[in-house]
């Protein structure tokens, strides 16, 4: 990483946020920190250290508190690596601020609960002329989470508690745990800092205001801080890990691999041939091919889902007669203005916007950095992604 400012070449540093006590784990694990829990007999903490290697990550800050020592002693023989131990609870914040002199002026801010296999070099790209930037999550589940909501510029407007969501919504984005921080930001903080707890999450981050961003992003998530989920993790990331990782042509469907007739769904279909040879050629270079397309037929009362589907079949066996092979489908029934009342909600799922990219990339190991969209709309099929390469058809 070359700092633009000076031109000198600079280590991309992680520093881990692993004090954790694992209260609502402590009847599983109660030996070890939380991070440290074992995944597979391998500390949770060891994969996230061996994905950030794999992205170019050689500087480490681990910031430890309850039994230190077992993170200490694994990761003593880590190359360039510090740890420091707040010896009473800091917060996020604090943590942070008590490590300030071991940051670089620019450094990754990851959860140590948290496992999320992005691509750290898009939100570096997006983050370098940004004060703070935090990759965020799509979910369906906001009722767990409640959702960030973010401006067409990806500035973040506000944290939405999961007690205060809207009606109409259905889906968001959620921290991902990620931070890409510009360590300038936080310099009038630490000037102030004696030690006290700060949360670097509701203190320091709503005092940003248009200096805040989100940038949604894809990847396999799983945070371990309920039992449910660290048993869940046990097999999700190491089968994770095991994928080879390969971009996509995500290819919209109706105007794209069909014509676009009127809601268009069953067999009765004609596909569009000049769009074949196209997705051939990114199906020979190793990419995996997804369909993603808007079925506003379906809140609209205008066929069934079993027509959807069958719709999807027929596309899938033309396809795979030319050896063509679609690994995954996505496909969102929701329109605001639906009759069907449970499909008339407003959605990040429906294209423009990006929910079907992302709910894909938790699905598939797909490297999103080389990946491209395929469709025949600039309305809709320009995706709401600024690392994504997009191509619409004349």
């Known amino acids: 990483m070359i700092n633009l400012h ?19 784990l402590s009847h599983i694990v109660s030996d070890v920190p939380k991070p440290m829990a074992p ?26 508190g ?17 740890f420091v131990k707040e010896e009473t609870a800091l917060g996020t914040g604090g943590a942070i601020l008590n490590a300030y002199g071991n940051l670089q002026d620019e450094f990754f801010v990851i959860n140590g609960d948290t496992f999320f296999d992005i691509d750290y070099s898009l939100l570096e790209d997006f983050g370098k002329d940004k ?15 409640g959702f960030v909501d973010i401006d067409d510029n990806f500035v973040i407007k506000s944290f939405v508690e999961k007690g205060s969501l809207p009606e109409n919504r259905i889906d968001g984005y959620i921290n991902g745990g990620i931070y890409y921080i510009h360590k300038k ?3 009038s903080y630490a000037q ?20 805040l961003y989100g940038l949604p992003m894809g990847g396999c998530f799983i945070d371990i801080g309920i039992p449910e989920d660290y048993y869940r993790a046990q097999d999700l990331i190491p089968n994770w890990i095991s994928k080879e990782s390969k971009p996509a042509l995500f290819v919209d469907k109706d105007g794209t691999l069909i014509v676009n007739t009127e809601y268009p769904h069953g067999k009765d279909f004609e596909i569009i041939d000049s769009t074949v040879d196209i997705v051939k050629s990114y199906a020979e270079k ?12 379906i809140a609209k009362n205008k066929f069934t889902f079993d027509g959807m589907k069958e ?22 029934p929701y329109h605001k203005d639906g009759v069907i009342k449970d499909y008339a909600y407003d959605t990040i799922l429906r294209k423009p916007n990006p929910g079907m990219i992302l709910s894909a990339c938790e699905k598939l190991k797909i490297n999103l950095k080389n990946s491209e969209m395929l469709g025949d709309n600039k309305d809709i099929d320009n995706i709401k992604l600024p690392y994504l390469k997009c191509n619409i058809l004349k």
């Open 6 to 24: 000076t031109g000198v070449f600079m280590k991309r540093q992680a520093v881990i946020l692993s004090g954790g006590f694992g209260t609502r």
């Open 39 to 64: 995944i597979k007999d391998v500390p949770f903490l060891d994969y996230i250290v061996k994905a950030l290697k794999t992205y170019g990550f050689d500087s480490f800050v681990f910031l430890t």
């Open 66 to 82: 309850y039994k230190s020592e077992f993170i200490e002693d694994y990761f003593k023989d880590l190359d360039n690596t510090v």
């Open 131 to 145: 004060p703070v930037t935090l990759a965020l999550r799509y979910t369906n589940n906001i009722e767990r989470y």
């Open 185 to 187: 930001a936080l310099k």
């Open 192 to 211: 102030k800092f004696n030690g006290e707890f700060i949360s670097l999450e509701t203190e320091i981050f709503p005092k940003l205001g248009n200096e």
């Open 286 to 297: 190793n990419y995996h091919i997804v369909m993603v397309t808007n079925q506003a037929g």
């Open 311 to 332: 719709g999807f079949e027929g596309i899938k066996e033309f396809y795979k007669s030319k050896d063509i092979i679609f690994d995954d489908i996505e496909f969102c």
